[in-house]
């Protein structure tokens, strides 16, 4: 099953598998139940209209919040020790018990598929990070997966993590669509990832990994996340990025990047 979010006339409206539910219903209602409660209201509620051409919404409600998980995989720690001055610091939380989590957006911040991402002015190394990004409801448990781009400005980070906040937040860093994947009999741990930034219609960067090159388990990362703080209405959590291009590539206005996390293709151009 797949929900996916909808500009409808009449406002926002909900679709689960490409039929519309009651106007009425929201994520935020749907991630305050147990897994169990809240597929069996999914299943009571497939019962309307066809989704036809309305527009396609970042799967979030809008005062929901989105997480971020850094350095769990092997390429990210490398990455962040090439580009910082302080590298030390991503190998130690890369090895550490304790993951390195942050906040990354606002629900109404997040940038749905289609929709223009941004690189910050003010930094000179931008790059997108393509991640598997969990859908949590307010008992821990992951109920289903999106595609997520936890757009970054590396030469920021860089130069200081204590700049993080701001090299991981701004006005369109954060992409995640184009639905969500209700995980039943899914296997989140091994889901394969790819990347493609086009430039002036040639490919300048694609790769592919996979989430079993992760370190942490999906479960383990969103246990360190609800430690000491309650998501009564749920919540998204990026996991981290496995595709890093290299140090002579920075994206720019104009390009378009292109990501795939399992059954999802989560595409955006640059502004």
């Not at 926002?12 to 539910?21: E, I, Q, R």
């Not at 209602?29 to 069996?40: C, E, I, P, T």
């Not at 939380?93 to 993951?99: C, F, G, K």
């Not at 090159?213 to 496995?242: N, S």
Request: aromatic residues 8%; glycine residues 8%; negative net charge.
């Amino acid at each position: 099953m797949i929900l996916t979010k909808h500009q409808v006339d009449a406002g926002v409206c909900w679709a689960v598998d490409g039929k519309f539910l009651p106007n009425t219903f929201d994520l935020k209602q749907f991630l305050s139940l147990k897994k169990k409660d809240g597929m069996a209201l999914l299943e009571w509620l497939t019962d309307g209209e066809p989704v036809s051409s309305e527009p396609l919404l970042a799967p979030i409600d809008s005062d929901q919040e989105v997480w971020a998980c850094g350095v769990t995989y092997l390429r990210s720690r490398e990455a962040r020790m090439e580009e910082s001055d302080v590298a030390d610091v991503y190998e130690r939380v890369y090895d550490a018990d304790r993951p390195e989590i942050f906040f990354k957006a606002l629900g109404w911040r997040a940038k749905a598929c289609c929709q223009p991402i941004r690189v910050r002015q003010d930094s000179t190394w931008n790059v997108p990070e393509p991640e598997l990004t969990l859908v949590v409801n307010a008992a821990g448990e992951i109920v289903g997966y999106t595609a997520g781009n936890d757009v970054s400005s590396r030469s920021i980070e860089g130069e200081n993590p204590l700049y993080l906040p701001q090299a991981k937040t701004y006005d369109g860093s954060c992409a995640i669509g184009p639905g969500i994947v209700l995980v039943e009999d899914i296997d989140i741990e091994s889901l394969p990832i790819k990347l493609q930034i086009e430039r002036d219609s040639q490919c300048v960067f694609a790769g592919d990994a996979n989430t079993s090159q992760m370190k942490r388990k999906p479960a383990e990362l969103v246990e360190w996340l609800m430690r000491e703080i309650d998501f009564p209405h749920g919540v998204l959590l990026m996991t981290g990025t496995c595709l890093v291009p290299g140090d002579d590539f920075s994206l720019q206005s104009g390009d378009y990047v292109d990501i795939f996390v399992g059954e999802m293709n989560l595409t955006n151009s640059v502004a």
